[in-house]
């Protein structure tokens, strides 16, 4: 299993963007999946989250600014975050739990994209 983030980049204090996180193998099914960001010199901590039900989670600091959703079709997730500030500047990494075929048997573990950048200038 892959997943494979994007949509990062500089934005200016105010500003908005959409991540988009795609997962990619011998999937069977997607449960809980989130959005985790780490800044410089801070240790990497949860932005949002949700469940294959759509129930949905988010950490105090972007609540009424981060929407978090998912295509279950597609096996995408994605992170609307608007009203963006220089204090969102960080490496944003999607993590899913995946259940895959594995020949005879399903296997679930918790995957990691490899991260997309966020700057936010002031």
């Known amino acids: 299993v892959q997943l494979q983030a994007s949509g990062g980049g500089l934005v200016q204090a105010g500003g908005s963007l959409r991540l988009s996180c795609v997962a990619s193998?011998?999937?069977?099914?997607?449960?809980?999946a989130g959005w985790y960001r780490q800044a410089p010199g801070k240790e990497r901590e949860l932005v949002a989250g949700?469940?294959?039900?759509?129930?949905?989670n988010a950490a105090d600091s972007v609540k009424g600014r981060f929407t978090i959703s998912r295509d279950n079709a597609k096996n995408t997730l994605y992170l609307q975050m608007t009203s963006l500030k220089p204090e969102d500047t960080a490496v944003y990494y999607c993590?899913?739990?995946?259940?895959?075929?594995?020949?005879?048997?399903?296997?679930?573990?918790?995957?990691w994209g490899q991260g997309t950048l966020v700057t936010v200038s002031s």
């Open positions: 949700i469940t294959s039900g759509g129930r949905k």
């Open positions: 993590s899913a739990r995946v259940t895959v075929y594995d020949v005879t048997r399903l296997v679930t573990d918790d995957y």
């Open positions: 193998g011998r999937i069977f099914s997607i449960d809980y």
